[in-house]
């Protein structure tokens, strides 16, 4: 897995939120070779992508071994099935699914012999009305820009979110994540704290936003308390509680997606 680098996003609730979730213990995986799935289907009617490859020590360079030749689709509560073809090595895609809210989705993965299931229930979409840019809080002098993220929260529904940034056109690798514990039915202005790039007026900005299923939120909260316990920050290659049976690392999340681009002033 990749090194990550997690903050809490919410303003004013993140440190609460953050101190509230409970801690899992994870056992390290830091031998090579385990099988990696990272899925991922929207609501965005296009390409759905499902990525299968192997674990490399957490000293080795981010090279990922693609897994070839597995069988791999993506069924629905309504009866659909999705064949995904490999192109390239590695990268299975289906041209054109739409993920539905409330369907609940299965992923089938059959590669060396072994069959690996899981699922995961699309959220409805929620809004995310504006980006905009301040002062970052952690530059004396100024000049580095912070990121916010406004939108309502509905109330009375459990809604989970995941952020994705960019920056002049390169993600950057803190990952953003929270639940509305804290903000159900509230308008929520989210700092994304990003400590690892430093933004300056006139960089270009975007913004994705995911409203994710618990168990996936629970899968980057997990990440999240694992980056904040070790020292320096350094995450190495761990096992999270997947929702992929039989345990591998990696994840299957039907999310929505959205973004929106501005200019840092």
């Not at 009305?129 to 509905?154: A, E, M, W, Y």
């Given at each position: 897995?990749?090194?990550?680098?997690?903050?809490?996003?919410?303003?004013?609730?993140?440190?609460?939120?953050?101190?509230?979730?409970?801690?899992?213990?994870?056992k390290?995986?830091?031998?090579?070779g385990?099988?990696?799935i990272?899925?991922?289907?929207t609501?965005?009617?296009?390409?759905?992508?499902?990525?299968?490859?192997?674990?490399?020590?957490?000293?080795?360079?981010?090279?990922y071994?693609?897994?070839?030749?597995?069988?791999?689709?993506?069924?629905?509560?309504?009866?659909?099935?999705?064949?995904?073809?490999?192109?390239?090595?590695?990268?299975y895609?289906?041209?054109?699914?739409?993920?539905?809210?409330?369907?609940?989705?299965?992923?089938?993965?059959?590669?060396?012999?072994?069959?690996?299931?899981?699922?995961?229930?699309?959220?409805?979409?929620?809004?995310?009305?504006?980006?905009?840019?301040?002062?970052?809080?952690?530059?004396?002098?100024?000049?580095?820009?912070?990121?916010?993220?406004?939108?309502q929260d509905?109330?009375?529904?459990?809604?989970?979110?995941?952020?994705?940034?960019?920056?002049?056109?390169?993600?950057?690798?803190?990952?953003?994540?929270?639940?509305?514990?804290?903000?159900d039915?509230?308008?929520?202005?989210?700092?994304?704290?990003?400590?690892?790039?430093?933004?300056?007026?006139?960089?270009?900005?975007?913004?994705?936003?995911?409203?994710?299923?618990?168990?996936?939120?629970?899968?980057?909260?997990?990440?999240?308390?694992?980056?904040?316990?070790?020292?320096?920050?350094?995450v190495?290659?761990?096992?999270?509680?997947?929702?992929i049976?039989p345990?591998?690392?990696?994840?299957?999340?039907?999310?929505?997606?959205?973004?929106?681009?501005?200019?840092?002033?």
């Amino acid at each position: 897995m990749k090194k990550i680098y997690i903050y809490a996003l919410v303003s004013m609730f993140a440190i609460t939120a953050v101190s509230c979730t409970k801690v899992i213990d994870l056992k390290l995986a830091n031998d090579s070779g385990k099988l990696v799935i990272e899925g991922n289907i929207t609501n965005v009617n296009g390409p759905q992508y499902i990525v299968l490859s192997r674990n490399v020590p957490f000293t080795s360079t981010n090279t990922y071994p693609p897994v070839s030749g597995a069988t791999v689709t993506v069924s629905d509560d309504q009866g659909n099935t999705y064949p995904f073809l490999e192109a390239p090595a590695g990268t299975y895609t289906a041209p054109s699914i739409a993920a539905v809210a409330d369907r609940t989705y299965k992923m089938t993965v059959i590669t060396g012999g072994v069959t690996y299931t899981a699922t995961s229930v699309m959220p409805a979409a929620v809004s995310l009305d504006s980006v905009t840019s301040k002062t970052s809080n952690f530059d004396p002098k100024g000049n580095r820009r912070g990121i916010t993220v406004h939108l309502q929260d509905p109330p009375g529904i459990a809604n989970q979110y995941r952020f994705v940034l960019w920056v002049n056109g390169v993600e950057v690798n803190t990952v953003f994540a929270f639940d509305d514990e804290f903000t159900d039915g509230r308008y929520v202005n989210g700092d994304l704290v990003e400590n690892a790039t430093d933004i300056y007026a006139g960089d270009s900005v975007r913004v994705e936003m995911q409203c994710i299923d618990k168990p996936i939120y629970t899968y980057w909260v997990t990440l999240m308390n694992q980056q904040r316990d070790s020292p320096g920050g350094g995450v190495a290659p761990s096992n999270p509680p997947s929702n992929i049976s039989p345990a591998c690392l990696g994840y299957f999340s039907a999310h929505t997606t959205q973004t929106l681009n501005i200019v840092v002033n």
